[in-house]
């Protein structure tokens, strides 16, 4: 176990229904295609599959996919989708949890690297993407950069979503680089809000090349999107793609 928070039955219920937008063929055309590349004709492991957002369709796409997922509440909402012999999913962290086999690529997308709440399973999370890979295989992940630029002198909070359904803000310990994710979310139409949080440890981008190289990977690209649009100071996120050297 590490220090993840784990999601509860109601959450991973109405996950896919809030994930929606991000689950659409159009909104993740350009991750599938990047993913499917990488992978060639190999098998592909998904570090914190969740209910199969990405993984679910990537398999559609031919690629073998095997997952691990920390909650088994959510593995089971993946479960309602495939079943196990189509897509594996382990249930355990993905710091430390092994799987059989080889694989041309494994990734974790969509911030869940920030899961991990110290730089130590961190780490462990790149020494067991590589541990997984084949020689030439390749470890991707997607992750936003923490908007610290929007934070004036003695303000803590960011706002990232306002709108009629929903309220959300980050705010941030500097100090132990966590943040915390707040929600208000409208439930209904008698104007009730539901309230969540979550935490996480934000990382830039030199920290975990730092952690692939402890692993034994190497930069292999470093882009803004999906798409392959260049990485630059004004982005607000980055996909970086570790290679394991033959």
Same mark, same amino acid.
């Given at each position: 176990?590490?220090? =993840?928070?784990?999601?509860?039955?109601?959450?991973?219920?109405?996950? #896919?229904?809030? %994930?929606?937008?991000?689950? =659409?063929?159009?909104?993740?055309?350009?991750?599938?295609?990047?993913?499917?590349?990488?992978?060639? #004709?190999?098998?592909?492991?998904?570090?914190?599959?969740?209910?199969?957002? /990405?993984?679910? +369709?990537?398999?559609?796409?031919?690629?073998?996919? /095997?997952?691990?997922?920390?909650?088994?509440?959510?593995?089971? $909402?993946?479960?309602?989708?495939?079943?196990?012999?189509?897509? +594996?999913?382990?249930?355990?962290?993905?710091?430390?949890?092994? /799987?059989?086999?080889?694989?041309?690529?494994?990734?974790?997308?969509?911030?869940?690297?920030?899961?991990?709440?110290?730089? @130590?399973? &961190?780490?462990?999370?790149?020494?067991?993407?590589?541990?997984?890979?084949?020689?030439?295989?390749?470890?991707?992940?997607?992750?936003?950069?923490?908007?610290?630029?929007?934070? +004036?002198?003695? &303000? $803590?909070?960011?706002?990232?979503?306002?709108?009629? &359904?929903?309220?959300?803000? #980050?705010?941030?310990?500097?100090?132990?680089?966590?943040? /915390? =994710? *707040?929600?208000?979310?409208?439930?209904? @139409?008698?104007?009730?809000? !539901?309230?969540?949080?979550?935490? *996480? !440890?934000?990382?830039?981008?030199? %920290?975990?090349?730092?952690?692939?190289?402890?692993?034994?990977?190497?930069?292999?690209?470093?882009?803004?999107?999906?798409?392959?649009?260049?990485?630059?100071?004004?982005?607000?996120?980055?996909?970086?793609?570790?290679?394991? +050297?033959?």
């Amino acid at each position: 176990m590490t220090s =993840s928070e784990l999601w509860t039955r109601a959450t991973a219920d109405r996950y #896919d229904t809030e %994930e929606a937008a991000t689950s =659409s063929a159009a909104f993740l055309g350009p991750t599938l295609a990047f993913l499917a590349e990488l992978a060639g #004709d190999g098998r592909a492991l998904e570090f914190a599959i969740g209910t199969g957002r /990405v993984g679910v +369709p990537l398999r559609e796409r031919g690629v073998p996919v /095997v997952g691990i997922e920390l909650s088994e509440h959510m593995a089971a $909402v993946l479960r309602r989708k495939l079943d196990e012999e189509t897509l +594996p999913v382990a249930v355990g962290d993905m710091a430390t949890t092994v /799987v059989p086999g080889r694989f041309s690529l494994v990734y974790l997308v969509y911030n869940t690297i920030t899961n991990l709440l110290t730089q @130590d399973e &961190q780490v462990e999370c790149f020494r067991n993407a590589a541990r997984h890979l084949e020689p030439g295989g390749r470890f991707v992940v997607e992750l936003g950069l923490p908007p610290l630029r929007f934070l +004036p002198p003695g &303000q $803590v909070a960011v706002p990232f979503d306002v709108s009629e &359904q929903h309220l959300g803000f #980050d705010t941030f310990d500097l100090v132990e680089q966590i943040l /915390v =994710s *707040h929600h208000f979310t409208r439930d209904g @139409d008698d104007g009730r809000y !539901r309230r969540d949080n979550s935490r *996480h !440890r934000y990382a830039w981008p030199a %920290e975990l090349d730092l952690m692939a190289k402890i692993a034994g990977l190497e930069l292999e690209r470093r882009v803004a999107d999906w798409d392959g649009a260049p990485f630059t100071q004004e982005s607000a996120k980055h996909i970086s793609v570790w290679r394991k +050297p033959s």
